[in-house]
């Protein structure tokens, strides 16, 4: 058995982020008993939920953060390293401009 959930988000500016999250399921299980969702397949959708919104939300905000306050042009990228962002469920990498 195989589950595919889908997540979608919009943003205000119109941008749309979409994560899919697929959980198996061996069939054996339900012989066992074990009906609907385990620890581990909670986790797993969790975290990709956690990872799609921190990854939009930090694209969106560096964003903002490039707009020059005194003119409202783009400032231009110079870099790009990796900020790490902890979360509830796991620690995430996004990318950081500077």
């Known amino acids: 058995m195989e589950w595919t ?7 205000a500016l ?4 979409r994560q899919q999250v697929r959980i198996e399921k061996s ?9 609907g969702l385990s620890i581990d397949g909670g986790k797993k959708i969790m975290t990709a939920l956690q990872s799609a919104v921190v ?15 005194e003119c409202h ?6 870099d ?4 790490r962002i902890r979360t509830v469920f796991e620690t995430i990498e996004v990318p950081n401009p500077r």
């Open 5 to 11: 959930i889908s997540i979608k988000g919009k943003s």
């Open 14 to 17: 119109g941008d749309v982020c």
């Open 27 to 35: 069939d054996e299980r339900l012989l066992d008993g074990d009906i």
């Open 55 to 69: 990854n939009h939300e930090a694209e969106t905000y560096a964003l903002f953060r490039r707009v020059c306050p």
């Open 73 to 78: 042009k783009f400032r231009p990228v110079k």
């Open 80 to 83: 790009y390293t990796m900020r």
